[in-house]
C-alpha cells in the first residue's frame, strides 16, 4: 500500500498526538498520507477517491468506524481502525502498535474480512445503510408499541415493546447484545431480530436467514402521539407513523476491514468479556 486516507475522531485525538503520529511514520516511509476536506463541519469524499487511496485508517472507536465504513462502502476501499475507544470490537490496531500495522499494510501482510450490511427502505424515496443494525424505537413519551413483523410476505408477529433490533452478526455485539440478544460470528451471513424490553414472556431474539427480508409494519399507538424513530447505526434517519413500514433485508454492499493478526474471533471475545 502507498497511499493512506487519514480519517480522525477529533474529539478522542483532540490535541492531534496520535494523527501526528501515523503521518510522520507513513513519511518515514516514503509513503503518503490523504486528509479529508470539510464542508459545513463533515468531511466529503472526492469523487476520484478510489484512484487516490489503497486503504483508510480511521483513527477512534467502533463507532467511528461504523460511520466511516457507511460513507466509503460505494468506494470499495478497505478500512482499519485504530482504536482510542473502550472495547474495540471492530477497530483493529490498539494504539502501542501503530507502526507495526503501517508496517505490515506497507507490505501487504494482511487480509481482507467481509461484513455484511443492511439496507432499509422506507416508502418510495427513503433509503439508509447499515453496518450493525436497524433500529425501530419510541419516540418521546414513554408508552407501548405495537409493531407488526412480516418475513418474506408472510406475517410472523405483533410485538408490544419499547422498539426492535434489526442487526448483522458485526452488530450482534452491540445494541442487540445489550438488549439480550445473542453474539455471532462476525462474518457469518444471518439477520437479527431482538426486541426491547418486550412487553411478552417470550422476549427471545430470533435468527433469520440473510436472503430473508422483514418488514416492520408500526401498529397502534397506545396513549401518546410522538412518532417511531427508526435509526441506521444510531443515526437517526427518519419518523414513523402508524400504519407506515420499513422493508430491510441484506444489502449488496459489504464493508471490507482490514485483518492484521491471526487472532480468532472467540480468543477476541475471551480478552473483551474479561471483568464484564
Given at each position: 500500500?502507498?497511499?493512506?486516507?487519514?480519517?480522525?475522531?477529533?474529539?478522542?485525538?483532540?490535541?492531534?498526538?496520535?494523527?501526528?503520529?501515523?503521518?510522520?511514520?507513513?513519511?518515514?516511509?516514503?509513503?503518503?498520507?490523504?486528509?479529508?476536506?470539510?464542508?459545513?463541519?463533515?468531511?466529503?469524499?472526492?469523487?476520484?477517491?478510489?484512484?487516490?487511496?489503497?486503504?483508510?485508517?480511521?483513527?477512534?472507536?467502533?463507532?467511528?468506524?461504523?460511520?466511516?465504513?457507511?460513507?466509503?462502502?460505494?468506494?470499495?476501499?478497505?478500512?482499519?481502525?485504530?482504536?482510542?475507544?473502550?472495547?474495540?470490537?471492530?477497530?483493529?490496531?490498539?494504539?502501542?502498535?501503530?507502526?507495526?500495522?503501517?508496517?505490515?499494510?506497507?507490505?501487504?501482510?494482511?487480509?481482507?474480512?467481509?461484513?455484511?450490511?443492511?439496507?432499509?427502505?422506507?416508502?418510495?424515496?427513503?433509503?439508509?445503510?447499515?453496518?450493525?443494525?436497524?433500529?425501530?424505537?419510541?419516540?418521546?413519551?414513554?408508552?407501548?408499541?405495537?409493531?407488526?413483523?412480516?418475513?418474506?410476505?408472510?406475517?410472523?408477529?405483533?410485538?408490544?415493546?419499547?422498539?426492535?433490533?434489526?442487526?448483522?452478526?458485526?452488530?450482534?455485539?452491540?445494541?442487540?447484545?445489550?438488549?439480550?440478544?445473542?453474539?455471532?460470528?462476525?462474518?457469518?451471513?444471518?439477520?437479527?431480530?431482538?426486541?426491547?424490553?418486550?412487553?411478552?414472556?417470550?422476549?427471545?431474539?430470533?435468527?433469520?436467514?440473510?436472503?430473508?427480508?422483514?418488514?416492520?409494519e408500526i401498529g397502534k399507538n397506545r396513549g401518546a402521539s410522538e412518532?417511531?424513530?427508526v435509526s441506521f447505526d444510531g443515526l437517526e434517519g427518519a419518523m414513523?407513523?402508524?400504519?407506515?413500514?420499513?422493508?430491510?433485508?441484506?444489502?449488496?454492499?459489504?464493508?471490507?476491514?482490514?485483518?492484521?493478526?491471526?487472532?480468532?474471533?472467540?480468543?477476541?471475545?475471551?480478552?473483551?468479556?474479561?471483568?464484564?
Amino acid at each position: 500500500m502507498e497511499r493512506f486516507y487519514i480519517i480522525t475522531n477529533q474529539r478522542k485525538d483532540d490535541n492531534k498526538k496520535i494523527t501526528s503520529r501515523i503521518q510522520a511514520y507513513v513519511k518515514s516511509k516514503g509513503k503518503t498520507c490523504i486528509f479529508p476536506e470539510y464542508e459545513n463541519g463533515h468531511w466529503v469524499i472526492p469523487s476520484d477517491m478510489e484512484m487516490q487511496i489503497d486503504c483508510a485508517i480511521v483513527i477512534g472507536g467502533d463507532g467511528t468506524l461504523i460511520q466511516v465504513s457507511r460513507k466509503l462502502v460505494f468506494h470499495n476501499i478497505p478500512i482499519l481502525g485504530v482504536n482510542l475507544g473502550t472495547l474495540g470490537y471492530l477497530t483493529e490496531v490498539e494504539v502501542k502498535n501503530i507502526e507495526e500495522a503501517i508496517d505490515q499494510l506497507i507490505a501487504g501482510d494482511y487480509t481482507i474480512e467481509k461484513r455484511m450490511m443492511l439496507y432499509g427502505k422506507i416508502g418510495k424515496n427513503k433509503r439508509e445503510i447499515a453496518l450493525n443494525d436497524i433500529v425501530v424505537a419510541r419516540k418521546g413519551h414513554l408508552h407501548i408499541m405495537e409493531l407488526n413483523i412480516y418475513v418474506n410476505g408472510e406475517f410472523l408477529n405483533a410485538y408490544h415493546a419499547d422498539g426492535l433490533i434489526i442487526s448483522t452478526p458485526t452488530g450482534s455485539t452491540a445494541y442487540s447484545l445489550s438488549a439480550g440478544g445473542p453474539i455471532v460470528e462476525p462474518t457469518a451471513a444471518m439477520i437479527l431480530l431482538t426486541p426491547i424490553c418486550s412487553h411478552a414472556l417470550n422476549k427471545s431474539s430470533i435468527v433469520f436467514s440473510a436472503g430473508d427480508e422483514i418488514v416492520i409494519e408500526i401498529g397502534k399507538n397506545r396513549g401518546a402521539s410522538e412518532g417511531v424513530a427508526v435509526s441506521f447505526d444510531g443515526l437517526e434517519g427518519a419518523m414513523l407513523e402508524v400504519g407506515e413500514r420499513i422493508v430491510i433485508r441484506r444489502a449488496r454492499e459489504t464493508t471490507k476491514l482490514i485483518k492484521l493478526s491471526n487472532t480468532s474471533f472467540l480468543e477476541t471475545l475471551r480478552e473483551k468479556m474479561k471483568g464484564n
